[in-house]
């Protein structure tokens, strides 16, 4: 409270202090000019070196774009092509046949749709976000096109709708193919726009490394600007890690030398003003200030202009009934599907499990669901019968092991693991009978993994994350998630418990439908396998 108090007195001694020309507007007016008027002197607009980034990241942003575009022409013309293929197939009867010609011009709707979604280029979307801006403008570029072709030739009503729902039963297809895209373009050195970050060493280390594994987003970090204090001890400590290191008094020089037209500063930088206000950074056109605690951004918070001034509104955690029920209907029709078109494979695993070794086919745990109600959930058995014994005498003797079991909760070279239980859980098809869970209303088919409240597995979550624990506990857990897909057995355990919060404080649908689609990647791909 007393913090509060301090800073509502800082603000009133700003306005106070305001020059007498603006004495006549009203205090939050006042504040805003003398903001605009500091913004001003500290941003020059006739700077040479400015201009001159300016134009450069126009041509960077051209070459991105470009190759997006490309992409989304080139995706959509093959859907429409493939779609009207496949239509005249099903249908049995005499029906319109699309011309190419056509196909080729209707597919250059889909190039002003993405520049209204904010697509071109794409410089720091999150992959959700490009997600579910992609499902939707090649949804309203299909649907445009059939009510054209309905519109035209009424009389082929029945080639059109067949022709849209083939093309949107492509777009998850379509969606994957775009990110392999921007994947392979990262490895090229004209992809992303170059990128110098602002931060002390240790946090520029670390900010280094994370945006040069994503540079697909379109941030290509070229070094860090230490702060003058911190130059001297710290350039060893990047030079070890081969990262670039110079001091921020040389921003202009470094900028033109390197071609960056990005900065991204570190909220932990110790300095007097923001970026906006700071002539240091004068000459660099996009300027990020990353969040703190004071600014703390989800996926879905969004900017909104209030008198004037801006403001951020924050997304809520917590999802209306209508939001639930469409999660719920997403569980029910996928799981269905899945269970349909996987039931021979799942005979058929049970078949290999039952000769493979004694026992039972099915093995069930009980795990802790929404409102903390317990249920059992159901695995294919992939280890021996006496699990939790062998795993005890394992730990016990084995020292390694203990400690390693400790940070991830997972063993490497697991000795409960049978042959057959190997393959299952290297490519996670031993949790496929969840299934089950996920139409009895236990599960979700994305959520927080289940815990299991005991002190062999996740007591560390409920005694060493109570806060957590009781987050967790809000919604149902689910058979994939984003711990599973970003991390799954190579992370360590608080990573877990990090992804869990994430996910549930930046949930929708479409970060659902994503991370469906990850996991699909990830188990092909055998990601993260133990």
């Known amino acids: 409270m007393s913090q509060i108090t301090e800073d509502v007195r800082e603000q009133e001694r ?3 202090t305001a020059d007498e020309k603006y004495a006549r507007l009203d205090a939050v007016d006042r504040q805003s000019a003398v903001t605009l008027r500091n913004y001003f002197q500290a941003n020059p607009t006739s700077n040479r070196l400015a201009n001159k980034l300016c134009n450069l990241f126009a041509l960077q942003s051209i070459a991105m774009a470009a190759i997006l575009a490309l992409t989304d022409y080139l995706l959509l013309y093959l859907t429409l092509w493939a779609s009207d293929g496949l239509t005249q197939l099903i249908l049995p ?30 410089i720091g979307q999150s992959a959700v976000m490009e997600f579910r801006q992609t499902s939707w403008i090649f949804i309203a570029a299909i649907a445009t096109i059939c009510c054209i072709g309905i ?8 080639f059109f709708l067949a022709f849209s729902l083939t093309a949107f039963c492509n777009i998850p297809v379509v969606v994957t193919i775009r990110f392999m895209v921007r994947k392979f373009a990262s490895y090229c050195p004209w992809w992303g726009v170059p990128t110098l970050l602002v931060a002390e060493p240790e946090r520029g280390v670390e900010l280094f490394r994370k945006i040069a594994n994503t540079i697909d987003r ?58 906006a206000s700071d ?10 200030l990353l969040s703190s605690n004071q600014l703390d951004m989800g996926l879905w918070d969004e900017l909104f202009c209030i008198a004037g ?7 809520t955690i917590r999802p209306n009934c209508l939001q639930l029920a469409c999660k719920r209907c997403l569980d029910i029709s996928i799981t269905v599907l899945a269970i349909a078109i996987g039931m021979p494979l799942l005979l058929s695993f049970g078949l290999l499990i039952k000769l493979s070794s004694p026992g039972p086919i099915l093995y069930g745990q009980k795990r802790v669901g929404r409102y903390g109600k317990e249920f059992v959930a159901w695995k294919f058995r992939s280890m021996v019968q006496n699990a939790d014994e062998v795993l005890d005498s394992y730990l016990d003797q084995n020292p390694e092991a203990r400690a390693e079991w400790d940070l991830k909760h997972k063993l490497a070279n697991d000795p409960r693991v049978n ?28 959520g927080p993994r289940p815990i299991v409240d005991s002190p062999t597995y996740d007591a560390a979550y409920v005694r060493e994350y109570p ?41 929708s649908i479409w970060l659902d439908l994503y991370l469906i689609l990850r996991t699909v990647k990830t188990v092909l791909l055998r990601e993260g396998a133990s």
């Open 279 to 288: 002539s240091t950074f004068s000459a660099i056109p996009n300027r990020i």
């Open 467 to 507: 806060d957590e624990y009781e987050v967790y506990k809000s919604v149902r857990p689910g058979l994939t998630g984003l711990w599973q897909v970003s991390s799954r057995s190579d992370g360590v355990y608080e990573l877990r418990v990090y992804w869990d919060m994430y996910y549930i404080r930046n949930w």
């Open 419 to 446: 042959k057959i239980g190997a393959f299952l859980r290297r490519t996670s098809l031993d949790e496929l009978p969840q299934l089950w869970n996920i139409l009895r209303g236990d599960m979700s088919l994305v």
């Open 14 to 16: 700003t306005i106070e």
């Open 218 to 275: 379109g941030f290509r970090p070229v070094g860090v600007l230490l702060p003058s204090e911190h130059y001297w001890s710290g350039t060893r400590l990047l030079d070890e890690n081969n990262i670039p290191a110079f001091d921020v008094r040389r921003t202009d020089e470094v900028a033109t030398a390197l071609g960056a037209t990005w900065v991204i500063v570190s909220p932990c930088v110790s300095r007097a003003c923001s970026p």
């Open 309 to 315: 001034a801006t403001g951020i509104r924050l997304g």
């Open 93 to 122: 009867y005499p029906h319109l046949q699309i011309g190419n010609g056509t196909l080729l011009i209707g597919s250059l709707l889909i190039i002003p749709l993405a520049i209204a979604a904010g697509l071109y280029p794409g």
């Open 151 to 158: 519109f035209f030739l009424p009389g082929n009503i029945a």
